[in-house]
């Protein structure tokens, strides 16, 4: 009964959300165990889906026996299992993350855990009103948890997402509802089949540009992206970590399903123009998240921008809707939340030890922080598309399915884009290896809450607390231990690993484009 882990992977950390909660009660800090016992879960079950995926399966799991259209399906197959393997992964590894630097609060790993289950939902629902809600969930948890730094900016920022985050779960679920209306289902696969013949009417091109548009304002797609810059820099160091890798990564995985599994691409056959309105929506991102990020001094702002521009990259391929573009757009959204996790864990890092927030504070870091610095650089270059690594493994098959499909603006925009991440990944480079030694920030007096060592040039450097330049900065993590820098070379390590891994994204996620494209 293999398909029993799908339910669980939602029930598991959504019910082990209360337990502290309840600790809290009894006078007990136990929320970083709860959580770490729960994501540990959750990556044995990710494990199972994903083998049953690879071995050839799809599986289908009625909520309550009640069987499709009536009831609601949950659903692993090669498009969702890599996503639910992807948050369990990065789920424990911010948890070993936060282990030393924090927050510890029982609260905060209740709703951390609240937004596993929730992202867990969107990624296996086969039912477009269950979508809804789990993003409803995922949204509510991500709202409390940029506010957790408790900070003016981080409250600001929170209200700010929330605002913005309710807009684009309403015009989703206006969406949702034009679809029933034209249909009377909400069952994905049922929705596809009773779709076929109507596309071009009026309330079913309004039900594909309000969902579209709703979940492109989820993944921050320009302009849609407005919330995603402050979040991303004024939450906590660890909190921004998590959100980075997951929460926009599993809306634009929601728009990968709703094109290809509800609309299916008889819809874009019919209504050429609705394709063309994605990809043009997409393509502007990607450049004008690209240059955004290049004129960024603060670095969680530049990744930030950075990432506008890759969830761009990663809806021009589904829009493309090739099976070279849509393989490119699944392994680009795996190795995205791999690259951008651990590029933010290692700045955390930086940031705890040297007080580094801007560009100009990495001068000369690479010498002293050796370890965190060249996993930052590995991890940076990843993202430019260098190879061995998944950034340009999921860049190459988005590419070549644009030649293919004879979309060339996409193509050169893909190439355009590398030079954009090329440019601010260089800028760090030189600043961490080639700056003038006269730049580098003074080495700041050791603290009683020291980090531990990075093996850098002198024992102090990485010994030191942060720099008397942080201010006080409630974002940074309250210390840093050799399991935290371990998160991130062991990240930098996978993104590499997978570049090899192509003929395991192929056969993974094979039997999901066959259906696709048959």
């Known amino acids: 009964m293999t398909d029993v882990a799908l339910p669980l992977l939602i029930a598991v950390p959504i019910l082990a959300a209360v337990a502290p909660l309840f600790s809290s009660v009894l006078g007990f800090r136990a929320g970083w165990y709860a959580a770490a016992v729960t994501t540990a879960i959750e990556v044995g079950l990710a494990a199972v889906v994903l083998a049953a995926v690879y071995g050839g399966d799809r599986l289908v799991h009625p909520v309550g026996g009640y069987p499709a259209p009536y009831g609601i ?203 063309w309105a994605v990809l043009t929506f997409a393509t502007v991102s990607v450049l004008a998240g690209g240059v955004l990020a290049v004129v960024q001094t603060e670095i969680k702002r530049m990744l930030a921008y950075s990432s506008v521009s890759q969830f761009g990259l990663v809806v021009a391929a589904f829009a493309l809707a090739t099976p070279d573009a849509v393989l490119g757009g699944v392994v680009h959204l795996v190795g995205h939340g791999l690259m951008k996790g651990g590029l933010f864990a290692a700045a955390a890092i930086l940031a705890a030890t040297h007080g580094a927030r801007t560009v100009d504070d990495y001068a000369r870091l690479g010498y002293r922080s050796p370890v965190v610095a060249g996993t930052l650089a590995v991890l940076g270059l990843a993202l430019v598309g260098i190879p061995p690594s998944i950034g340009f493994l999921g860049k190459y098959y988005i590419a070549v399915g644009a030649v293919r499909a004879g979309v060339w603006p996409v193509a050169i925009v893909v190439f355009f884009s590398t030079l954009l991440t090329l440019a601010y990944v260089a800028r760090l ?76 994204f192929e056969t993974l996620v094979e039997a999901f484009l066959g259906g696709v494209f048959s």
Do not use: C
């Open 429 to 504: 480079l030189e600043r961490l290896y080639f700056a003038d030694p006269d730049a580098a920030a003074p080495v700041p007096e050791p603290s009683p809450d020291a980090p531990v060592a990075d093996g850098g040039e002198t024992e102090d450097t990485d010994h030191a607390g942060p720099a008397s330049g942080d201010g006080g900065d409630t974002r940074t993590v309250r210390a840093v231990s050799s399991g935290m820098v371990l998160v991130t070379v062991l990240a930098a390590v996978v993104v590499v690993a997978l570049g090899f891994a192509a003929p395991v």
């Open 73 to 275: 399906e949950l659903v692993g197959d090669g498009l969702s299992a890599p996503i639910v393997a992807l948050i369990a992964a990065v789920s424990l590894g911010v948890v070993a993350f936060a282990y030393t630097g924090g927050p510890r609060r029982n609260s905060f790993y209740s709703a951390y855990l609240l937004l596993v289950g929730g992202l867990m939902g969107v990624s296996i629902t086969g039912d477009l009103f269950n979508m809804f809600v789990f993003l409803e969930i995922t949204g509510l948890a991500t709202y409390a948890l940029v506010a957790a730094d408790r900070s003016d900016r981080s409250a600001v920022a929170a209200l700010k997402y929330l605002i913005l985050g309710t807009m684009g779960a309403s015009f989703f679920i206006i969406g949702v509802g034009y679809a029933f209306i034209s249909t009377g289902t909400l069952n994905m696969v049922d929705l596809s089949a009773r779709l076929a013949g109507s596309y071009t009417a009026r309330p079913v091109l309004a039900s594909f540009g309000f969902m579209i548009v709703g979940l492109g304002l989820k993944a921050a797609v320009f302009p849609l992206h407005t919330w995603q810059p402050d979040a991303y820099t004024y939450a906590s160091d660890t909190v921004t970590t998590y959100i980075s890798a997951l929460v926009s990564t599993v809306a634009a995985y929601a728009i990968a399903r709703v094109i290809l599994t509800v609309f299916t691409l008889a819809f874009f056959e019919a209504a050429p123009l609705a394709r």
